[in-house]
T-cell receptor
Framework: DVKVTQSSRYLVKRTGEKVFLECVQD?????MFWYRQDPGLGLRLIYFSYDVKMKEKGDIPEGYSVSREKKERFSLILESASTNQTSMYLC???????????FGAGTRLSVL | QKEVEQNSGPLSVPEGAIASLNCTYSDRGSQSFFWYRQYSGKSPELIMS????GDKEDGRFTAQLNKASQYVSLLIRDSQPSDSATYLCAVVRLIGSNYKLTFGKGTLLTVNP
């Protein structure tokens, strides 16, 4: 079974803090993704990566950055957290581009 | 027109009935189609994939694809209360040199005992 692990289920941070969300997959997938999910807005793609050290902006990259130093790990960084970044963050991976994505359990981030 | 559209619901059906969930998409070049189920507070999990016109059955689930009409649907037979969840339609498009998976906002299904 594919396993995508997100480091935290719940996080509470203060405005202005630097926040790291970590995601690890164990299936040697090339592609990894970060989404946020908000009520009424659905899943929105923040960043994705098709290879190590490679990243591309998704639909809502503002206020976020990412890092992929190793194939299995994809990190989402909030340089200076703001209250409008309070959300559910979901990491996903896929073997090939455009194929089935497998999701981690999600991190519910609250920025106070 | 939105890329992937779903009726947000809620769709309410009695236990044992057939639940029908619909999804339309705007890009005629879309190639692969997926249905995910998401329980409240949980992450999406894949339940069906379909790539060619027609029906694909897996247990109580049937996915239907009509590329000419640009819609994909999911039928759930003998609905159970445990099927109560949000169902996300996802469509793969080729954008430039990359394939992109686009999700609908989901339809909330409630199965009443």
């Amino acid at each position: 079974d594919v396993k995508v692990t997100q480091s935290s289920r719940y996080l509470v941070k203060r405005t202005g803090e630097k926040v790291f969300l970590e995601c690890v997959q164990d299936m040697d997938h090339e592609n990894m993704f970060w989404y946020r999910q908000d009520p009424g807005l659905g899943l929105r793609l923040i960043y994705f990566s098709y290879d190590v050290k490679m990243k591309e902006k998704g639909d809502i990259p503002e206020g976020y950055s990412v890092s992929r130093e190793k194939k299995e790990r994809f990190s989402l960084i909030l340089e200076s957290a703001s209250t409008n970044q309070t959300s559910m963050y979901l990491c996903a991976s896929s073997e090939v581009s455009g194929n089935i994505q497998y999701f981690g359990a999600g991190t519910r981030l609250s920025v106070l | 027109q939105k890329e992937v559209e779903q009726n947000s619901g809620p769709l309410s059906v009695p236990e044992g009935a057939i639940a029908s969930l619909n999804c339309t998409y705007s890009d005629r070049g879309s190639q692969s189609f997926f249905w995910y189920r998401q329980y409240s507070g949980k992450s999406p999990e894949l339940i069906m994939s379909i790539y060619s016109n027609g029906d694909k059955e897996d247990g109580r689930f049937t996915a239907q694809l009509n590329k000419a009409s640009q819609y994909v649907s999911l039928l759930i037979r003998d609905s159970q209360p445990s099927d109560s969840a949000t169902y996300l339609c996802a469509v793969v498009r080729l954008i430039g040199s990359n394939y992109k998976l686009t999700f609908g906002k989901g339809t909330l299904l409630t199965v009443n005992p």
